[in-house]
């Protein structure tokens, strides 16, 4: 049987839950409307000095907004485009494509009873993650 996307991305879904992987939300829009927003009043009020504090403060106040904000891998998951949706599924198959299952929770039943597996899988999460998504991965709460 050929791998069915649905089922390979309910694996990723349930190893990185298993694992409570979190990852990094980063709102870079939010951090530069603050940014450029104090540098342009900081310019208003001071000039030429007052840009220069202004967007030292919008800066660091922006950078403070953005930071800590962790989602559920799975979440993620389910929220990617088709073609990061195919990209996975391309790295995940090369992985478990050599199995023979006939629905998801016999992939997830050879999957999980297998350590090596286990970790292949998570390592191509990781590497995804950090590759396509550019973002930081946490465990845990």
């Known amino acids: ?11 990723c879904c349930d190893i990185s839950a298993n694992q409570q992987m979190k990852v990094a939300v980063k709102n870079s829009t939010k951090g530069a409307i603050v940014a450029g927003g104090t540098a342009f009043l900081g310019g208003l009020l001071g000039g030429p000095p007052g840009i220069a504090v202004g967007g030292a403060v919008g800066g660091l106040l922006g950078s403070w907004l953005t930071t800590g904000q962790f989602k559920p891998l799975p979440q993620i998951l389910l929220e990617l485009p088709p ?4 990209k996975l599924y391309g790295d995940i198959v090369a992985i478990v494509g050599h199995l023979d299952w006939t629905d998801v929770a016999q992939l997830l039943a ?3 009873g297998s350590a090596t597996l286990q970790q292949q899988v ?9 590759k396509e998504l550019r973002a930081e991965v946490r465990y845990g709460d």
Not at 83 to 86: A, D, G, I, L
């Open 110 to 112: 050879l999957v999980m």
């Open 1 to 11: 049987m050929a791998p069915q996307m649905d089922d390979v991305m309910r694996l």
């Open 83 to 86: 073609q990061q949706r195919q």
């Open 122 to 130: 998570t390592a191509a999460l990781l590497s995804y993650v950090a």
